[in-house]
Protein backbone atom coordinates (compact mmCIF):
# COMPACT_ATOMS: atom_id res chain seq x y z
CA UNK A 1 0.00 0.00 0.00
CA UNK A 2 1.04 3.86 -0.67
CA UNK A 3 2.67 6.00 2.42
CA UNK A 4 0.91 7.86 3.99
CA UNK A 5 3.70 10.48 3.38
CA UNK A 6 6.22 10.05 0.60
CA UNK A 7 8.13 12.68 2.73
CA UNK A 8 8.43 14.80 5.79
CA UNK A 9 10.21 18.06 5.99
CA UNK A 10 10.08 19.99 9.43
CA UNK A 11 11.09 23.01 9.77
CA UNK A 12 11.64 24.21 13.32
CA UNK A 13 10.51 22.57 17.22
CA UNK A 14 7.80 24.55 18.16
CA UNK A 15 4.45 23.22 19.20
CA UNK A 16 2.52 23.70 15.86
CA UNK A 17 5.47 22.42 13.70
CA UNK A 18 6.64 18.76 14.80
CA UNK A 19 3.90 17.69 17.14
CA UNK A 20 1.79 15.76 14.45
CA UNK A 21 4.91 13.16 14.58
CA UNK A 22 3.30 11.56 16.94
CA UNK A 23 0.45 9.96 14.97
CA UNK A 24 3.01 8.38 13.14
CA UNK A 25 3.94 5.94 16.22
CA UNK A 26 2.88 2.83 17.07
CA UNK A 27 -0.12 3.76 18.89
CA UNK A 28 -1.57 4.79 15.64
CA UNK A 29 -0.37 4.90 12.11
CA UNK A 30 2.94 3.16 12.76
CA UNK A 31 4.47 4.21 9.67
CA UNK A 32 7.42 2.59 8.37
CA UNK A 33 10.87 4.42 7.49
CA UNK A 34 9.06 7.60 6.62
CA UNK A 35 11.59 9.78 4.86
CA UNK A 36 12.08 13.27 7.42
CA UNK A 37 13.98 16.12 6.13
CA UNK A 38 15.64 18.32 9.13
CA UNK A 39 18.65 20.27 9.84
CA UNK A 40 21.11 18.80 12.32
CA UNK A 41 19.66 20.60 15.12
CA UNK A 42 16.57 19.25 14.86
CA UNK A 43 17.69 15.68 14.08
CA UNK A 44 19.75 15.52 17.42
CA UNK A 45 16.17 17.01 19.11
CA UNK A 46 14.55 14.14 17.61
CA UNK A 47 16.97 11.59 18.92
CA UNK A 48 17.54 12.65 22.31
CA UNK A 49 14.17 13.65 23.55
CA UNK A 50 10.80 11.33 24.00
CA UNK A 51 8.73 10.42 22.70
CA UNK A 52 10.22 11.12 19.09
CA UNK A 53 13.13 9.22 19.67
CA UNK A 54 11.33 5.94 19.74
CA UNK A 55 9.83 6.99 16.51
CA UNK A 56 13.60 7.12 15.42
CA UNK A 57 14.28 3.77 17.45
CA UNK A 58 11.45 1.72 15.72
CA UNK A 59 11.92 3.25 12.30
CA UNK A 60 8.97 5.12 11.80
CA UNK A 61 10.82 8.05 10.38
CA UNK A 62 14.00 7.94 8.82
CA UNK A 63 15.33 11.59 9.92
CA UNK A 64 17.37 12.49 6.63
CA UNK A 65 19.69 15.72 7.85
CA UNK A 66 20.47 18.94 5.41
CA UNK A 67 22.44 21.37 5.98
CA UNK A 68 21.25 24.63 7.72
CA UNK A 69 22.35 27.65 5.66
CA UNK A 70 21.76 31.39 4.38
CA UNK A 71 19.60 31.76 1.77
CA UNK A 72 21.77 32.33 -1.09
CA UNK A 73 23.95 29.22 0.00
CA UNK A 74 21.57 27.19 0.46
CA UNK A 75 21.81 23.35 -1.33
CA UNK A 76 19.26 21.86 -3.83
CA UNK A 77 18.18 18.26 -2.49
CA UNK A 78 15.74 16.22 -4.54
CA UNK A 79 13.78 14.36 -2.22
CA UNK A 80 11.71 12.30 -5.51
CA UNK A 81 12.14 13.10 -9.40
CA UNK A 82 10.52 16.24 -10.31
CA UNK A 83 10.81 17.68 -6.68
CA UNK A 84 13.71 19.82 -5.81
CA UNK A 85 14.00 21.28 -2.39
CA UNK A 86 15.93 23.90 -0.81
CA UNK A 87 15.97 24.65 3.25
CA UNK A 88 17.68 28.00 4.62
CA UNK A 89 17.51 29.44 7.85
CA UNK A 90 15.39 31.87 8.65
CA UNK A 91 15.74 34.10 12.06
CA UNK A 92 13.10 32.88 14.59
CA UNK A 93 13.39 31.83 18.36
CA UNK A 94 15.79 29.07 19.01
CA UNK A 95 15.13 27.61 21.95
CA UNK A 96 15.33 23.91 20.89
CA UNK A 97 16.42 24.33 17.44
CA UNK A 98 16.99 26.60 14.68
CA UNK A 99 14.15 27.65 12.21
CA UNK A 100 14.01 27.19 8.00
CA UNK A 101 12.48 28.08 5.14
CA UNK A 102 11.60 25.94 1.88
CA UNK A 103 11.81 26.54 -1.41
CA UNK A 104 9.98 24.08 -3.87
CA UNK A 105 11.16 23.81 -7.17
CA UNK A 106 12.44 27.48 -7.01
CA UNK A 107 8.68 28.56 -7.26
CA UNK A 108 6.70 28.20 -4.17
CA UNK A 109 8.40 29.41 -0.85
CA UNK A 110 7.05 29.08 2.54
CA UNK A 111 8.70 30.66 5.91
CA UNK A 112 5.64 29.82 8.58
CA UNK A 113 7.69 31.22 11.14
CA UNK A 114 10.01 34.67 11.28
CA UNK A 115 11.37 36.96 13.93
CA UNK A 116 11.34 39.78 11.46
CA UNK A 117 11.69 40.64 7.80
CA UNK A 118 14.19 44.04 8.74
CA UNK A 119 16.36 40.50 10.55
CA UNK A 120 16.63 38.94 6.96
CA UNK A 121 18.09 40.57 5.14
CA UNK A 122 17.28 38.71 1.94
CA UNK A 123 13.81 39.06 2.05
CA UNK A 124 13.06 40.97 -0.90
CA UNK A 125 15.15 38.80 -3.06
CA UNK A 126 13.46 35.80 -1.81
CA UNK A 127 10.39 36.64 -2.49
CA UNK A 128 11.12 38.33 -5.98
CA UNK A 129 12.88 34.84 -6.77
CA UNK A 130 9.26 32.80 -6.02
CA UNK A 131 5.83 32.79 -7.92
CA UNK A 132 4.39 32.00 -4.84
CA UNK A 133 5.40 32.65 -1.01
CA UNK A 134 3.44 31.35 1.87
CA UNK A 135 4.57 33.76 4.34
CA UNK A 136 4.25 34.16 8.64
CA UNK A 137 1.54 36.39 9.71
CA UNK A 138 0.76 35.43 13.38
CA UNK A 139 0.12 39.08 14.07
CA UNK A 140 -2.19 41.45 12.39
CA UNK A 141 -0.93 44.82 14.34
CA UNK A 142 0.31 45.93 17.40
CA UNK A 143 -2.60 48.77 18.42
CA UNK A 144 -5.07 45.79 17.46
CA UNK A 145 -4.27 43.02 19.05
CA UNK A 146 -1.91 43.97 22.35
CA UNK A 147 -5.29 44.88 23.84
CA UNK A 148 -6.85 41.58 23.63
CA UNK A 149 -2.90 39.39 24.30
CA UNK A 150 -1.63 39.82 27.39
CA UNK A 151 1.77 38.92 25.70
CA UNK A 152 4.93 40.95 25.82
CA UNK A 153 5.43 40.58 21.48
CA UNK A 154 9.38 40.74 22.09
CA UNK A 155 9.38 37.36 23.92
CA UNK A 156 6.93 36.26 20.51
CA UNK A 157 8.26 37.94 17.83
CA UNK A 158 6.84 37.96 13.87
CA UNK A 159 6.70 40.16 11.44
CA UNK A 160 2.86 42.33 11.67
CA UNK A 161 0.78 42.00 8.58
CA UNK A 162 0.63 45.68 8.63
CA UNK A 163 4.63 45.86 8.33
CA UNK A 164 4.80 43.11 5.80
CA UNK A 165 2.13 44.96 3.58
CA UNK A 166 4.35 48.21 3.59
CA UNK A 167 7.35 46.65 3.08
CA UNK A 168 6.62 44.16 0.03
CA UNK A 169 3.59 45.16 -1.26
CA UNK A 170 5.79 46.80 -4.55
CA UNK A 171 6.81 43.17 -5.22
CA UNK A 172 3.30 41.74 -5.67
CA UNK A 173 2.78 41.10 -9.70
CA UNK A 174 1.13 38.30 -11.16
CA UNK A 175 4.14 36.56 -11.54
CA UNK A 176 5.01 36.83 -7.48
CA UNK A 177 2.05 36.30 -5.21
CA UNK A 178 2.38 36.71 -1.28
CA UNK A 179 0.04 34.12 0.78
CA UNK A 180 -0.15 35.00 4.69
CA UNK A 181 -0.54 31.83 6.78
CA UNK A 182 0.41 31.36 10.68
CA UNK A 183 -2.69 33.28 11.93
CA UNK A 184 -3.19 33.56 15.32
CA UNK A 185 -6.50 33.75 16.70
CA UNK A 186 -6.37 37.18 17.64
CA UNK A 187 -5.48 38.01 14.22
CA UNK A 188 -8.76 39.84 12.72
CA UNK A 189 -7.60 38.73 8.99
CA UNK A 190 -8.88 35.15 10.49
CA UNK A 191 -12.25 36.61 9.35
CA UNK A 192 -12.27 37.39 5.71
CA UNK A 193 -15.22 39.79 6.05
CA UNK A 194 -13.65 42.35 8.84
CA UNK A 195 -12.21 45.37 7.76
CA UNK A 196 -8.24 44.08 8.25
CA UNK A 197 -8.87 40.95 5.88
CA UNK A 198 -10.75 43.46 2.74
CA UNK A 199 -7.78 45.92 3.27
CA UNK A 200 -4.88 43.03 3.39
CA UNK A 201 -6.58 41.81 0.26
CA UNK A 202 -6.91 45.24 -1.52
CA UNK A 203 -3.13 45.65 -1.54
CA UNK A 204 -2.82 42.40 -3.01
CA UNK A 205 -2.19 39.89 -0.67
CA UNK A 206 -3.54 36.61 -0.55
CA UNK A 207 -4.51 34.96 3.09
CA UNK A 208 -4.48 31.41 3.38
CA UNK A 209 -7.19 28.91 3.32
CA UNK A 210 -7.85 25.25 4.42
CA UNK A 211 -7.33 23.30 1.62
CA UNK A 212 -5.33 25.74 -0.56
CA UNK A 213 -2.77 24.43 -3.35
CA UNK A 214 0.01 25.93 -4.97
CA UNK A 215 1.50 24.63 -8.33
CA UNK A 216 5.18 24.24 -8.06
Known sequence: SMPIFQGIILTHAHMGHYLGLAHLGKESANTKGT????????????????????????NNIKVIEVDALPYNEAKEFSPWPGL???????????EY????????????????????WEEWQPAEQAFR?????????????????????????????????????????HVISPDCRIVLTHLNHSNPICNPQSPEAKATKQHGFLIAKEGDTYSC
Open 97 to 116: TDTVGISVNQKVMYIPDIDS
Open 84 to 94: AVKMFTVPHRA
Open 35 to 58: PTYVTESMAKFLRNNAPWNQLVAL
Open 129 to 169: DHQTSVVDATFYDLEVEGSLLSRDFKTIPHPFVVDTIRRFQ
